[in-house]
T-cell receptor, first 111, second 113 residues
């Protein structure tokens, strides 16, 4: 059974800081890994999708890496802004076409 | 293309009632998956429908059911509501191929009193 863990559970940083969110998964047989953002009471916004054959993806200030063999992914956020405050979720797509989600990292960026 | 839409956005029901939630996928997508999000359990997979057939199922009781129509729109039904069914219900659509990216709707917030 696939299990996804995210560390840390919560993070508070001053504006402008670079930060790294971590995600680990137990079964390396995945199709892809997605990072999502969720604002309070809202749905999920897809940030980055990394296919199992890829090592990293970049979008603006965001960079996500994937090491499938070790079951790890990191989301790097450069020059953080207060608008980045949200919960960040990683999810892996495995057989059965279902996403298994981590419990998320709640990020607060202080002005 | 329009994104995934879900209706209604908010719903309040009482215990014992039943509820039906609707999800319209992105045009051309044939797969719709449903997820439940609660503070205690996080995001959990309910089921997936592809071409009007349930293709995958999570570990939820039979009170949770769904269906998909020929236009790929999907409905989820919960019967005999319990307080613990209060949650944000999210649906996601994809092309339906193995490993295809899933796109999420805004969710339906269900409150059971």
């Amino acid at each position: 059974k696939q299990e996804v863990t995210q560390i840390p559970a919560a993070l508070s940083v001053p504006e402008g800081e670079n930060l790294v969110l971590n995600c680990s998964f137990t079964d390396s047989a995945i199709y892809n890994l997605q990072w999502f953002r969720q604002d309070p009471g809202k749905g999920l916004t897809s940030l980055l999708l990394i296919q199992s054959s890829q090592r990293e993806q970049t979008s603006g200030r965001l960079n996500a890496s994937l090491d499938k063999s070790s079951g790890r992914s990191t989301l790097y956020i450069a020059a953080s802004q207060p608008g980045d405050s949200a919960t960040y979720l990683c999810a892996v797509l495995s057989s059965g076409d279902k996403l298994t989600f981590g419990t998320g990292t709640r990020l607060a960026v202080r002005p | 293309k329009a994104g995934v839409t879900q209706t209604p956005r908010y719903l309040i029901k009482t215990r014992g009632q039943q509820v039906t939630l609707s999800c319209s996928p992105i045009s051309g997508h044939r797969s719709v998956s449903w997820y439940q999000q609660t503070p205690g359990q996080g995001l959990q997979f309910l089921f997936e429908y592809f071409s009007e057939t349930q293709r995958n199922k999570g570990n939820f009781p039979g009170r949770f059911s769904g269906r998909q129509f020929s236009n790929s729109r999907s409905e989820m039904n919960v019967s005999t509501l319990e307080l613990g069914d209060s949650a944000l219900y999210l649906c996601a659509s994809s092309d339906g191929g193995a490993g295809d990216e899933q796109f999420f709707g805004p969710g339906t917030r269900l409150t059971v009193l």
